[in-house]
């Protein structure tokens, strides 16, 4: 991004000083400045640090051991050199520049500001001078003052044109203007696809996008299932049924925002599911889903509330309605990926008295860090979640339980999108789930569960979809004890 590369040293020494510096300080900067060109860093700052030692009063070689530090983001050591430099010699445009750079890489914007002005001044520095006073100005608010400053770096240095170009999508971004941003942006993605800012225009291209779009989205989708082992979903702590089926699943849904600003959003849904058994079909399940939710943008991070109630029949008749709320978080987190924080908090009413023991409150916590692997679609996450079953009409299935799962999606060849992943959870059972046979302890439960699936989007609005679901539980009760595999063949529709 600099281009500055500590720059042209050789122009350096040969530039008039108030005093010449001693032949020894001189030629221990040249050679250290021929191990910096070779890479050995750490051999070229001994070299500039016996320089200094030679002739504390050498300027020249203060500023070349201040720009060496910086250029490995020691800012701050670099600090006392820089500063140093220009105690002896005001001039040094080109120390100037870097102690403006090193404060700005420090956020100490307002101690920037007046070296970068000086190091502006001098034609060959200031683009460099100009682009980091941009991104002071953009820190501290100061858009319209940054937009000049970028634009200035562009036409003064061609090596910092890119970059510009980023930072002035990011002020149009904020300042609402979507087609300049856009503009920018793509032009950012197409000359450095591959650069950390040309990963990021594309981020900011998909939400303008995204924001621009229309109001309505609704989708839904079908799929064939076989499962070895038919449990009650949604009936948590529940034994399997120790029978196999084949279903088919239909889920359809859609989403209206009412509102949204340039940083926040409001959005209403509903959704609905139903799977029919070929035999079971006392275990079909429908489900009538309303969500809402907020979400704002406050830069540094992503705040939102989801809100949705469940209402299940069973076979036709009530089953469970469920109410469920979650707040969380997104810290993006660049060049890196993003650290997903929530809760959730859930209420849960059996209508049906044969399960009206398993209801009761829900509380979890969750953390998740995903970590982009370089290109566009891969990324792997980790996470953990605690979780408290608290049932209300007795106390055989209230649980503490912990989990921990990673997950990986990787694109493939002829655009399929692959996802494996993979769980354990740890559920410890009330003291009451003694009375289960062999009777003795608490029922204590650890469940192992990997999947994956295939995804394959044949245009826009429709995906093909190939999944496998492998859940593997063991229990020290043997009735809750078993193992469910899980095939799925379907499509999906989205507009």
Not at 198 to 219: M, P
Not at 235 to 248: E, I, L
Not at 374 to 397: A, N, R
Not at 405 to 428: G, N, T
């Amino acid at each position: 991004m600099r281009g500055f590369a500590l720059l042209c040293f050789a122009a350096i020494l040969a530039a008039a000083r108030p005093a010449p510096a001693s032949e020894q300080s001189e030629s221990l900067s040249a050679r250290a400045l021929v191990e910096l060109q070779k890479g050995d860093t750490a051999a070229a700052m001994k070299l500039f640090d016996q320089a200094v030692a030679a002739d504390p009063q050498d300027a020249t070689a203060l500023y070349q051991r201040g720009a060496a530090l910086a250029k490995e983001k020691k800012y701050e050591e670099a600090l006392p050199d820089l500063k140093a430099a220009l105690a002896i010699r005001p001039n040094l445009n080109e120390a100037a520049l870097e102690l403006g750079i090193a404060l700005v890489e420090l956020k100490r914007n307002e101690e920037a500001r007046p070296w970068l002005l000086q190091a502006q001044k001098q034609p060959d520095l200031d683009g460099q001078a100009s682009f980091f006073l941009g991104i002071a100005d953009m820190r501290d608010g100061k858009l319209d003052s940054a937009r000049a400053n970028f634009e200035r770096a562009r036409a003064k240095d061609p090596s910092v044109d890119v970059s510009s170009r980023y930072y002035l999508g990011v002020i149009e971004y904020r300042a609402g203007n979507a087609q300049a941003a856009s503009d920018h942006f793509a032009f950012v993605q197409q000359q450095s696809p591959e650069s950390a800012v040309g990963r990021e225009s594309a981020n900011f291209l998909q939400l303008i996008q995204g924001g621009q779009s229309a109001r309505t989205h609704v989708y839904g989708g079908v799929s064939i299932q076989y499962d070895t082992n038919v449990v009650l979903a949604p009936a948590t702590g529940v034994a399997a049924t120790g029978q196999a089926d084949g279903r088919v699943t239909l889920n359809a849904g859609g989403v209206y925002v009412p509102w949204r600003t340039e940083n926040s959003r409001l959005s209403v849904g509903y959704d609905f599911y139903q799977n029919l058994q070929f035999h079971l079909t006392d275990f079909n399940l429908q489900d009538h889903r309303p969500t809402i939710q907020f979400i704002h943008d406050f830069g540094l991070m992503r705040a939102a509330m989801l809100a949705q109630y469940d209402y299940y029949f069973l076979d036709g008749s009530s089953f469970l309605q469920q109410v469920t709320a979650v707040p969380y978080v997104v810290i993006p987190e660049e060049g890196i990926g993003r650290t997903e924080i929530y809760l959730r908090f859930e209420w849960l009413d059996y209508l049906q008295t044969d399960f009206d023991q398993l209801s009761g409150y829900d509380y979890a916590g969750g953390i998740r860090q995903v970590i982009a692997l370089g290109e566009e679609g891969q990324e792997v996450w980790i996470g953990y979640e605690g979780e408290s079953m608290d049932t209300t009409h007795t106390k055989l299935y209230a649980f503490d339980a912990s989990q921990v799962e990673i997950s990986l999606l990787w694109p493939l060849p002829w655009d399929v999108f692959l996802q494996a992943s993979y769980r354990f959870r740890f559920e410890d059972y009330d003291a009451e789930s003694a009375i289960f046979p062999p009777p003795g302890d608490p029922r204590r439960d650890d469940e192992n569960r990997g999947g994956v699936a295939f995804r394959k989007d044949l245009n826009q609005y429709i995906s093909f979809v190939a999944a496998w679901i492998g859940t593997f539980n063991l229990s020290n009760k043997e009735f809750f004890q078993y193992n469910r595999q899980i095939g799925s063949l379907g499509v999906e529709v989205r507009y």
